[in-house]
T-cell receptor, first 114, second 115 residues
Framework: GQNIDQPTEMTATEGAIVQINCTYQ??????LFWYQQHAGEAPTFLSY????GLEEKGRFSSFLSRSKGYSYLLLKELQMKDSASYLC???????????????FGTGTRLTVIP | GAVVSQHPSWVICKSGTSVKIECRSL??????MFWYRQFPKQSLMLMAT?????????EQGVEKDKFLINHASLTLSTLTVTSAHPEDSSFYIC???????????FGPGTRLLVL
């Protein structure tokens, strides 16, 4: 089966750095994605890792260790608008269909305070 | 990034009626489209996967006769919730990708409220 774990909630201060962790156990692995989702809106793509290491994109960086089944999303210079849910998603094999699908964690609700 | 649209964005309907939701990829050809459902404060749950011109494949626990999916072209998929009931009230989100190794892009979602 698919099991993706993230902390439920985090709070951080404007201007600071925050790290959101994600651990996973899935049937097959074909990449890990991070999405940002504001309340009532659809997720927007942030980053993609398929090989071990760090991918940096502006204020956002994402790290992957396939051997440990672990990823994190790092947000620097936090802004108030970064308050949102951050979803870790793994592309793996559906037990039902055998197809390559994206499976989501429960999401981490980040609150940025002044 | 690529653009995926959904229509309508909001639906309020009476119990027992059917509701159709459209999902379109606007600037790429989507060989595969996905339908997700999200209840409040929960994560996205994959309902079904559809490939253009093929029957949709449904995840365990999702009734295929209740949630009808049609993927008639490379840019359009529809989800019809038949005989909707209040427990079907949820946020329905479609997603599309060009190929199996490509990024999935999400539509803006459709909020369904069944009275």
């Amino acid at each position: 089966g698919q099991n993706i774990d993230q902390p439920t909630e985090m709070t951080a201060t404007e201007g600071a750095i925050v790290q959101i962790n994600c651990t996973y156990q899935t049937s097959g692995f074909n990449g890990l994605f991070w999405y940002q989702q504001h309340a009532g809106e659809a997720p927007t793509f942030l980053s993609y890792n398929v090989l071990d290491g760090l991918e940096e994109k502006g204020r956002f960086s994402s790290f992957l260790s396939r051997s440990k089944g672990y990823s994190y999303l790092l947000l620097k210079e936090l802004q108030m608008k970064d308050s949102a849910s951050y979803l870790c998603a793994v592309r793996g094999l559906s037990n039902q269909t055998g197809a390559n699908n994206l499976f989501f964690g429960t999401g981490t609700r980040l609150t940025v305070i002044p | 990034g690529a653009v995926v649209s959904q229509h309508p964005s909001w639906v309020i309907c009476k119990s027992g009626t059917s509701v159709k939701i459209e999902c379109r990829s606007l600037d790429f050809q989507a060989t595969t489209m996905f339908w997700y459902r999200q209840f409040p404060k929960q994560s996205l749950m994959l309902m079904a996967t559809s490939n253009e011109g093929s029957k949709a494949t449904y995840e365990q626990g999702v009734e295929k006769d209740k949630f009808l999916i049609n993927h008639a072209s490379l840019t359009l998929s529809t989800l019809t919730v038949t005989s909707a009931h209040p427990e079907d009230s949820s946020f329905y989100i479609c997603s599309a990708r060009a190929g199996s190794g490509e990024t999935q892009y999400f539509g803006p979602g459709t909020r369904l409220l069944v009275l």
